[in-house]
């Protein structure tokens, strides 16, 4: 089993930056993909960003190109999600997802794609 801890979330004004990372313990070895999901109210769960085990893959909602940035560190199973210039519409809670995958340069959009969830973390935005 893999334990994923977000951390980070709170209430910004609109334009503010925030910092999200996610902590994976327990049965992390092999490769694996890592992604940021939000959810906000009344809606599905959506893609927010992704990073291949090797990092030479990173994909983005288009929403978030240009603002969020998504960075990984091996050495210690962590993941950030770096958010810039942020928008009221960026409100919901963000939840960090883990992937297992034989490819080092593979990093899923689809929820579906993912084996273990955190719990999430709210990020709220003020207009």
């Known amino acids: 089993q893999v334990q994923l801890e977000e951390s980070g979330g709170g209430l910004v004004q609109a334009g503010g930056s925030l910092r999200l990372s996610c902590a994976a313990s327990?049965?992390?070895?092999?490769?694996?993909?890592m992604g940021w999901f939000r959810q906000a109210p009344g809606k599905e769960r959506e893609f927010v960003a992704a990073i291949s085990w090797s990092g030479a893959s990173i994909v983005y909602l288009d929403s978030v190109k240009g603002r969020f940035t998504i960075s990984r560190d091996n050495t210690k199973n962590t993941v950030a999600l770096q958010m810039n210039s942020l928008k009221p519409e960026d409100t919901a809670v963000y939840y960090c997802a883990l992937e297992r995958t034989t490819s080092t340069v593979a990093a899923g959009t689809r929820p579906g794609e993912y084996d273990y969830w955190g719990q999430g973390t709210q990020v709220t935005v003020s207009s």
């Open positions: 327990g049965r992390t070895f092999g490769s694996y993909a």
